[in-house]
């Protein structure tokens, strides 16, 4: 929906661009000739690419764009594993928004993270074309806690478990980290056996 | 360059980014994304840019700033 938005938007701008070219001499030679220039030369284009670039940010931060590089694969497979590993409950119980279930685990959430994290995307792209990635593959820094207290912070749920509070300061440093009790994130050892949960139609 | 010649450019370094964009756009995938943000949009930008120093000479010229 959105890219269809900014295809036409763009086929536009294109149109608009070649009639211009086509009559730049009269239109140079007034005053209301040259703002019409500057619509069709800078800010029509320019909000096209700044629309086009925040819609490409979205696209590229879904569960299905991750998963269009086959390094991925498993990951995703990982999601539909019968058990109780934590990607898996969180996308099977929707938990988490699916479409954006990579990403919103993955994003970095500190300032400018959405940047940071398209420009580690960048690496993996590289690494993709041009490299071999490691196998196993490991994250460049260790999970931060952040990231789960993005969602699970102040919770009641979250709270309400002694232990949490009792290593809250540690936890926020980053000195304990969440995976240290809640072990599996990726099952990749079931998805390895093929044993993933399927939901039964009724 | 006189100023035509250059507003000429202007309007061809736009198209060729919004060509881009639309290209990258219809063929969406990882590496066109990046296409799209590295090449596409600078050349809008430029073509921009291009523009605006031209119409900025043209009035000093003129002797309207």
Redesign the interface.
Known sequence: MNTVFVISALVLCIGLAVLLLAGAERLMASTAGKLVVLAGIGVLPLAVSTGGLAVGVVNSSQTSFCLSCHEMTPYGQSLFVDGDSLVAVHFQDRLVDRDFACYVCHKDYAMFGDVRTKLSGLNHLLVHYFGEAPDPIELYASYPNANCLHCHDDSRRYLEVDVHRRFAAEMARDERSCLDCHRSSHDLEAVHEGLFWQAVAR | MN??RA??L???L??A???V??VT??A????S??V??SV??PL??A??LV??WT?LRELRRAGAL
Do not use: D, E, M, Y
């Not at chain 2, 969406?28 to 590496?31: A, G, L, M, Q, V």
């Open positions: 100023a035509l507003v000429r202007a309007l061809l736009c198209l980014g919004l060509l964009q639309l756009s219809l969406w995938s990882p590496i994304f990046i799209f943000a596409g949009v809008v930008v073509g921009t523009f605006i119409v």
